[in-house]
């Protein structure tokens, strides 16, 4: 049994292709989950450390996959071959990371079919927002509970830049049918409550009134 969190569970049931790039691997167990579950046949798994990138090889040397999944020190994209790749998965890190890894220049090869999975921990509105205005376009998200309460986004380039309202940056493609949803939009009510409090505090009267539509479309999104 591979030790495998729900929040990699949800980004693997998000994986189309036969050739994954994992950005940010860790102790790559989302590369061997992939592999053995048969999701795909070939992994790259990448880590900005070369300390996270030994603890992923003790994992694969456990699971007997040191030959099968490759291994690349690799800032973002920067050491990325694009040749083949069919899903990237950028998975733990805040949405402007997220973001920046990209908006790369080492990032165009993305807009040619490759199906992206995001997990943002953080700035979630922030991710979907650029996502938009540059020409993606997510397909698929769900919310998903891994100690804190996390969404997974499916989303590929289509060319049509938009600009998304206050409401869709923070609701994105979630399905509000789902209960987890419900939890996490409430989440989400609770800090733009924090941020209006301390903008009504500090006599920021515009800016209090646009969190507070903000918050009144979020509620009327959510309601059945």
């Given amino acids: 049994m591979i030790p495998i969190s729900a929040r990699l569970l949800c980004c693997a049931s998000m994986v189309k292709g036969d050739y994954v790039c994992d950005i940010g691997t860790d102790h790559a167990l989302l590369p061997v989950y992939l592999i053995r579950s ?55 890190m805040g949405g402007e ?45 769900a919310a998903v509970r891994d ?30 049918a789902e209960p987890l949803t419900r939890i996490y939009i409430s989440i989400v009510l609770e800090r733009l409550g924090k941020r209006l409090d301390g903008l009504t505090t500090s006599g920021a009267d515009e800016d209090a009134a646009d969190v507070r539509a903000l918050i009144d479309g979020i509620n009327q999104w959510m309601q059945p």
């Fill in 97 to 141: 990371t997220i973001r920046d890894i990209l908006s790369s220049s080492k990032a165009k090869w993305v807009q040619r079919g490759t199906n992206l999975v995001l997990q943002p921990m953080t700035k979630a509105e922030l991710l979907r927002s650029w996502l938009a205005e540059n020409g993606f376009a997510i397909t698929r998200e």
């Fill in 147 to 176: 100690v804190h309460l996390y969404t997974v986004m499916q989303a590929c380039y289509t060319g049509q830049p938009r600009t998304l309202t206050g409401v869709e940056a923070y609701v994105g493609k979630l399905n509000i």
């Fill in 38 to 92: 048969g999701r795909c046949s070939r992994v790259l798994a990448t880590d900005v450390k070369q300390g996270p990138l030994q603890a992923a090889a003790q994992t694969l040397k456990r699971y007997d996959l040191l030959d099968t999944i490759q291994l690349c020190l690799s800032d973002g994209l920067a050491k990325v071959p694009d040749a083949g790749i069919t899903d990237l998965v950028i998975a733990g």
